[in-house]
């Protein structure tokens, strides 16, 4: 029993370092955003705050999964897929 609840905080430990670490991802891409459409507008700000936060989620889990390095890599290939989609 001991055992299996140390895993179980373990997971919820896991569980909010990704969340919270999707959101800090979400934020940091803000600046960025406003600085390129010229102002922060309420939709602009929760719009690039909850797909930021999705796929900051999907890296945090990556990085869990892989390491850093998956994590990075998977990144990347966003960027490229994303890249090409506006091409």
């Known amino acids: 029993f001991v055992a299996f609840s ?3 905080s373990r997971g919820k430990a896991t569980f909010a370092a990704v969340g919270v670490g ?8 803000l600046p960025g955003v406003i600085t390129d459409s010229g102002s922060a507008t309420v939709g ?3 719009r690039t705050m909850i797909w930021n936060a999705l796929v ?5 889990w990556a990085y869990v ?3 850093l390095e998956t ?6 290939g ?3 897929g994303a890249l090409a989609a506006a091409i």
């Open 6 to 8: 140390r895993a179980l």
């Open 22 to 29: 999707a959101i800090v991802f979400a934020a940091a891409h």
């Open 44 to 46: 602009l700000v929760a």
């Open 56 to 60: 900051g989620t999907m890296f945090g």
């Open 65 to 67: 999964k892989g390491g």
């Open 71 to 76: 994590a990075c890599a998977a990144h990347i």
């Open 78 to 80: 966003f960027h490229v």
